[in-house]
């Protein structure tokens, strides 16, 4: 099929998408008038395709039934977004997928996530990182991915789409599902893989007995355990699979009220009112994407100081796994309708920054955010209150007396983290947000506030793989994926990898 594209108005971008059937999709805030960049779909003769037209959207994925015949079975361990995509990917060929997830079903991971959110504690198996669906699912759903392979990623939204997500989630450059529609959707991919004769094991942790009776047996096992499983990687590492230490990024989480934002991303500084919302609801209220370098301590070299899983209309979460540690990351529903708008903000880090953990050898990665997380912990209010302080006072390094209001459930506590944050990570975000201030005037506002500490953006850890094979260096029976090994970030890549790891699978049976 051929596709024509077009620079609009957002208005008559609307009028065209109400219309015709789009391709792709992306708003162009760059210049001060909006833009959309639409691609229609047009027939052999340069006919724009009508939005009702019979055309199938995609040739729908077959998930084979292995009840009777299978090819074999594939163990995984996590049912997060590569753990899932790797078992449909398995089932499409008729293998078995047997997956073990130590956390609870959505539904009643719910109750545990609703507890915490208000602030009854955390419940270390039930969370926002472990249980049905991992991280991803009551993540923002944001599903963008630097992968430049087009057909791959457009396999995983056609997935996605049809377990349920919108018709958007096909075209649109920045698809974004919502906290309030991907438990659904994850249901439903366990409920294909069940009816089709795979297993699914709730509650059910990888601990050493399973672990010896999987290295005895020698068969493939996938390896999805996300980037929050610290006990698994401590044991993981004391059985001598070879991992290695990688970089990260760790900051805090910034919102502001999300008019501000609007105005500032859609040059909308003198506009009135109706004319902010009038635009907000016809291209979705703003988001953004920042990035500088500053100077290292020394004033040797760069470091990055960059925006990260920013969440317009959203809200800040406790997204922790440790009873004596404070994460927060942010989120937001498909309308994306909360005042606020949030963002991490994160200074890169190199393996030589955890040096005062390094007795914990390739782990001081896990080390250093555990000792931040804690140190964050310290700071706020047991169990999950978390501390706080405005945005202007930590890049001038007063305390605050008050805050403004927040959307993080648990609450908020005024804190000096100009102080406490170590050094490279304080000074840096210092810094970093400075640039933000001179880049977008308005952005440094007394009415914005920074929350603690936003730790879990990456895994500081590579657990090493054959690029050829996919599996491990030490344990050619375990295939390590997602954003836990270290090859993949955030829920489109992860998905990816689950994908790939079920074909290298594959691919070494034929
Ligand atoms: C609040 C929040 C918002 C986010 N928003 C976005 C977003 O908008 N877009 C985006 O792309 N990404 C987002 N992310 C990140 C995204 O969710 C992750 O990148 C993605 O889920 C990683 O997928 P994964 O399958 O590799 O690991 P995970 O999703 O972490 O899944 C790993 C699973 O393994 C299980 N597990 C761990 N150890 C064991 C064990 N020993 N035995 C059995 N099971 C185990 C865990 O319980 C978990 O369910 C967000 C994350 C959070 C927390």
Known sequence: MLEQTFILTPEQAQQMER?????????????????VQLSLLCDPHGQLVPLDAPIPLYEKPVFKDVHADQKGEVVIVG??????????RLLQEGYKPILFERGKAVSERKVDIARLCRNEGLNPESNYCFGEGGAGTF????????????????????????????????????????????????????????????????????????????KRAQRPVILAIGHSAHDTYRMLHAEQVTMSAKGTAMG????????????????????????????????????YSLVT??????????????????????????????????????????LRNSPYANSGIVVALQPEDYAPFRKEGVLAGVAYQEALEHLAFQHGRMPSV????????????????????????????????????????????????????????????REA??????????????????????????????????????????????????????????????
């Open 293 to 334: 370098q500053v100077k290292t301590a020394d004033g040797a070299a760069t470091r990055g100081v960059y925006s990260f899983c920013m969440c317009p209309g959203g809200h800040i979460l406790p997204a922790g796994s440790q009873a004596d540690g404070c994460v927060v990351n942010g989120m937001s529903n498909s």
């Open 139 to 214: 993540s923002d759903g944001k599903l963008f991915s630097r992968s430049k392979k087009r057909g791959d990623m457009q396999r995983v939204m056609e997935w996605f789409h049809y377990f349920g997500a919108s018709d958007t989630v096909l075209y649109e450059t920045h698809a974004h599902i919502g906290s309030d529609r991907l438990p659904q959707i994850i249901r439903r991919i366990r409920e294909a893989i069940c009816e089709r004769g795979g297993e699914v094991h709730f509650s059910t942790p990888m601990d050493l007995a399973l672990w010896n009776e999987w």
């Open 449 to 510: 506030v920074i929350v603690g500490v936003e730790s879990r953006s990456s895994s500081p850890v590579r657990i090493e793989r054959d690029r050829e094979t996919w599996q491990s260096l030490s344990h050619p029976w375990l295939y390590p994926v997602g954003e836990g090994a270290g090859y993949a970030g955030g829920i489109t890549s992860s998905a990816l990898d689950g994908i790939r790891a079920a074909e290298a699978i594959i691919q070494a049976n034929r």
């Open 79 to 88: 049912a997060g977004p590569a753990g899932l995509f790797a078992a449909l």
């Open 252 to 287: 805090v989480r910034v919102e502001h009220p999300q008019e501000l934002i609007d105005r500032l991303m859609y040059h909308l500084q003198h506009a009135s009112l109706q004319e902010v919302e009038r635009v907000t609801q016809l291209v979705g209220h703003a988001a």
């Open 386 to 445: 978390a501390p706080a302080q405005r945005l202007t006072d930590f890049v001038d390094g007063r305390s605050s007396k008050t805050l403004p209001a927040c959307s993080y459930l648990p609450g908020i506590v005024p804190s000096r983290l100009d102080e406490w944050l170590p050094v490279t990570i304080g000074k840096s975000l210092q810094q970093g947000f400075r640039d933000f201030g001179r880049k977008y005037v308005g952005y440094l506002t």
């Open 19 to 35: 219309t015709y059937r789009v391709v792709r999709r992306s708003v162009d805030a760059r210049q001060r008038q909006l833009r």
